[in-house]
Antibody
Framework: EEQLVESGGGMVRPGGSLRLSCAAS????????MSWVRQAPGKGLEWISG????????GYADFVKGRFTISRDIAKNSLYLQMNSLRAEDTALYYC???????????????WGQGTMVTVSS | DIQMTQSPSSLSASVGDRVTITCRAS??????LNWYQQKLGKAPRFLIY???NLQSGVPSRFSGSGSGTDFTLTISSLQPEDFATYYC?????????FGQGTKVEIK
């Protein structure tokens, strides 16, 4: 079974840092494009960052650019999100998701983890 | 950024009802449109890709249509397990963006 399991969330003060992890099983991070998507409490889904199949090309939403860094470790079959300079508005449930190419048009997030909660508060 | 707007934000329906949710993009996205279902406390589930194609394992009562800027998700006969929040998402350009969600509640 293809599965993603996030960890590393917690409570942190504004300006602090956290590193989220996403362990994959049943699928290879090396062969996959991956993304982080977050959901603030009671709110909708928001794409944050993605890393391409080659592991080199990355992208970020403007509101995290320069503060967050996505990476992967093929040996550990894991995805990471290093979050620095955290703000109260970064409080959310953070999901990792696999991005697949779809027939006809574009791509989609087909497998999601259960999420890890990040709370930024003083 | 491409803005995705769903309507309605919420709706109440009964088991067996036909339900339609609309998603509008702020610019043409051709058929680069996906739909997800999210139940309370759960991760999103991938339902439909490229506007009208059902992901494997998704019941045939779900269907999608549209192109350009206007899209719809239809549930032909609502089942108890379909009460959830539904999100559209564009894959035309970065950043990938989602609609704000449509909550389908029990009437």
């Amino acid at each position: 079974e293809e599965q993603l399991v996030e960890s590393g969330g917690g409570m942190v003060r504004p300006g602090g840092s956290l590193r989220l992890s996403c362990a994959a099983s049943g699928l290879s991070v090396e062969d996959s494009a991956m993304s982080w998507v977050r959901q603030a409490p009671g709110k909708g889904l928001e794409w944050i960052s993605g890393i391409n199949w080659n592991g080199v090309s990355t992208g970020y939403a403007d509101f995290v650019k320069g503060r967050f860094t996505i990476s992967r470790d093929i040996a550990k079959n894991s995805l990471y999100l290093q979050m620095n300079s955290l703000r109260a508005e970064d409080t959310a449930l953070y999901y990792c998701a696999r991005r697949i190419l779809t027939i006809y048009y574009g791509d989609a997030f087909d497998i999601w983890g259960q999420g890890t909660m990040v709370t930024v508060s003083s | 950024d491409i803005q995705m707007t769903q309507s309605p934000s919420s709706l109440s329906a009964s088991v067996g009802d036909r339900v339609t949710i609309t998603c509008r993009a702020s610019q043409s996205i051709s058929g680069y449109l996906n739909w997800y279902q999210q139940k309370l406390g759960k991760a999103p589930r991938f339902l439909i890709y490229s506007a009208s194609n059902l992901q494997s394992g998704v019941p045939s009562r779900f269907s999608g249509s549209g192109s350009g800027t206007d899209f719809t998700l239809t549930i032909s006969s609502l089942q108890p397990e379909d009460f959830a929040t539904y999100y559209c998402q564009q894959s035309y350009s970065y950043p990938r963006t989602f609609g704000q969600g449509t909550k389908v509640e029990i009437k």
